[in-house]
């Protein structure tokens, strides 16, 4: 079924304002998460490292959405941001906050990963060919990401276990 030319446009934009919303969340579960990290240096410069690209994501998004005349939306950015804050906060009481942040930050990368190639597939039905190489950057560091993070959990669940075994979970939590 061929759809029409409008509606992937408008669906691309849509979806566009959603992923600027989800990076801006992206900066609001990463950022207190870096500040609170001290047994776990290679967590947190890995984060500071994506926290970057992370800024870079929302420069590319912001580039596409004003070849369509628009921006990001307020609302969406906000709503969301607010609940990553939430996320953040919660996870710090927990007394195995690393390992729970690890959890949360490799499903969400997940989560953005399906977003970005949801978006190249607009692009490419859409034929909004400009948009492809950004989008595709952005997806290959959210991979990335998601990649070291999956290769590191062994490294930070041991290191975890072995501050909780020596000092207890205050310790070892951050």
Known sequence: MAVPSDTLRELFV???TNAHAVEKQALSIMTPQVSRIVNYPEVADRLRLHIDETDAQIARLDEILADFATTGSTLKDLGLSMSGSMAAIVHS???DEIVKNSFANYAFEHFEIAAYKS???LAEDGGFAKAIPLLQQSLSEEEAMAAWIDESLPMVTRRYAGLYAEAGSITAKV
């Open 14 to 16: 849509t979806g566009l």
């Open 93 to 95: 009481a927990a007394g």
């Open 119 to 121: 978006l190249l597939v």
